[in-house]
Nanobody, 124 residues
């Protein structure tokens, strides 16, 4: 069992930055692929970014490429999402997810464990 707890969300103006954190329980963190998804009101949950176990490979949704950066610290059992140049369309609940696969990183079905989410609101 892996428990994920997100933090760092908030209300910011367009153009600002936020850093989300996701702390994972357990001793298997370094074996897990980690990802961030988001869900806006009335929309499906969508992929944002993912990072492989060792952190040597990342994948991003086209909508955030160049603005968001995913990283991980295996010593701290934590994955981060640095979000720069935020836009109102980035407003959503952001979820941390973990799984053991290494392919199809953008597919929700790859991920077994999910956090409760943290709200990010970007005003114009």
């Amino acid at each position: 069992q892996v428990q994920l707890v997100e933090s760092g969300g908030g209300l910011v103006q367009a153009g600002a930055s936020l850093r989300l954190s996701c702390a994972a329980s357990g001793r298997t963190f370094s074996t897990l692929t980690m990802a961030w998804f988001r869900q806006a009101p009335g929309k499906e949950r969508e992929f944002v970014a993912a990072i492989t176990r060792s952190g040597d490979s990342t994948k991003y949704a086209d909508s955030v490429k160049g603005r968001f950066t995913i990283s991980r610290d295996n010593a701290k059992n934590t994955v981060y999402l640095q979000m720069n140049s935020l836009k109102p369309e980035d407003t959503a609940v952001y979820y941390c997810a973990s799984g053991w696969g290494s392919n199809s990183l953008s597919i929700k079905g790859l991920y077994t464990y999910w956090g409760q989410g943290t709200q990010v609101t970007v005003s114009s």
